[in-house]
């Protein structure tokens, strides 16, 4: 990032550039040109966002000499399983807090921390509500046992890990300027708002035209508001970047249902025409309730968002598969031939 200020510790772990895709069916029916960066493609396992905040966040881990990564999430968490990757690839130790009871069995992201070798903790209701503390105490256990631990907050939703999101916006910047199509707006998910932070930075920095536009799927409008504003304020003041939060951070609300893990049937309707319609398999908890929110937008208000919408996949594909019990009788009554 040439931004005049000092460098910033990065590890490069992402395979980018990701790929950018029309969607050709979902387009013609539309009547918008809609297209998807291939986030989902960041690679080491198909690690979605986090990779590219992982990149900021390990980079500064390694600053401080830390060799134990920690961090918490649910039991699906997609960002617990980047950091365990990650941990895996680069000879690091892995400690997850992870909010539940040990399951029956390893299925999807939980499945693959355990793969990995990550260390895990599980956190009852009541000391998840004191997650910071919890890693506090497991921090406190790596330096005991002489190790030098670095704590990612749930989902990496710091300054640093919100650069990954600046550098996928300078990424999707060079893409255009070598013949990709000008988008009027790009359309990412937004738990914490940080990679839509990112891609606001980049928009000041790197000349991106399109308008930055998040969908909520967890958190209040007003909360994600407030913390990409707060984010956009601190690149500026740790890193000196030349950012400022826009007076309207762009967000499609009302698309949270019940929360973040309670995925509903829309969703998983979602993720199931989707597939057909493009073969791009989206997950249940994220991209398909920001995806389904986008179509809702496009299918009642064309012309909102412009002619060319671009929707950044953020992936998230594993936690699709302990979905398997809903999924079943939406596929089941298909009427498609199995035999
Ligand atoms: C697949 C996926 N998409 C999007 C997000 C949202 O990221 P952010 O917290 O930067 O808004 C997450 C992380 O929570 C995720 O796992």
Not at 145 to 155: D, M
Request: aromatic fraction near 6%.
């Amino acid at each position: 990032m040439s931004t005049g200020a000092p460098p910033i510790p990065r590890v490069e772990l992402a395979y980018a550039p990701t790929p950018l895709l029309k969607l050709e069916r979902l387009s013609r029916e539309l009547g918008v040109e809609l297209w998807v960066k291939r986030d989902d493609l960041t690679g080491l396992l198909e690690s979605g966002n986090k990779i590219r905040k992982l990149e900021f966040l390990v980079g500064e881990a390694f600053a401080q000499r830390a060799d134990t990564l920690i961090t918490c999430g649910t039991l699906q968490s997609n960002c617990c399983r980047t950091v365990a990757a990650v941990a895996a690839r680069l000879g690091l130790r892995a400690v997850l807090a992870l909010k539940g009871a040990p399951p029956a069995e390893y299925d999807g992201n939980l499945l693959l921390d355990r793969l990995l070798g990550a260390e895990l903790r599980y956190c009852s209701d009541a000391e998840w509500e004191k997650i910071d503390e919890v890693l506090e105490d497991l921090a406190a256990a790596v330096r005991r046992r002489g190790g030098t631990p670095y704590v990612i907050p749930e989902s990496g939703a710091t300054v640093a890990g919100a650069l990954g999101y600046l550098a996928c916006g300078e990424e999707l910047a060079q893409q255009i300027r070598h013949g990709a199509p000008d988008f009027d707006s790009v359309v990412i998910t937004a738990f914490s708002g940080g990679s839509q932070a990112g891609l606001l930075m980049a928009r000041q920095l790197h000349g991106l035209r399109a308008e930055i536009v998040g969908v909520p799927i967890a958190w209040e409008a007003a909360r994600v508001r407030d913390h990409v504003t707060s984010l956009i304020g601190q690149a500026r003041r740790r890193y000196g970047l030349p950012v400022e939060a826009p007076a309207e951070v762009r967000l499609l609300d009302g698309y949270q249902g019940a929360g973040r893990a309670a995925v509903q049937a829309d969703a998983l309707r979602t993720v199931v025409s989707v597939a057909r319609a493009e073969g791009i398999v989206l997950d249940p908890v994220y991209t398909a309730k920001a995806f389904g929110g986008l179509l809702d937008r496009l299918r009642g208000a064309p012309g909102e968002l412009g002619r060319r919408v671009c929707f950044i996949h953020t992936g998230g594909v594993f936690s699709l598969f302990p979905f398997r019990g809903a999924l079943g009788p939406l596929l089941a009554g298909d009427g498609l031939v199995e035999s």
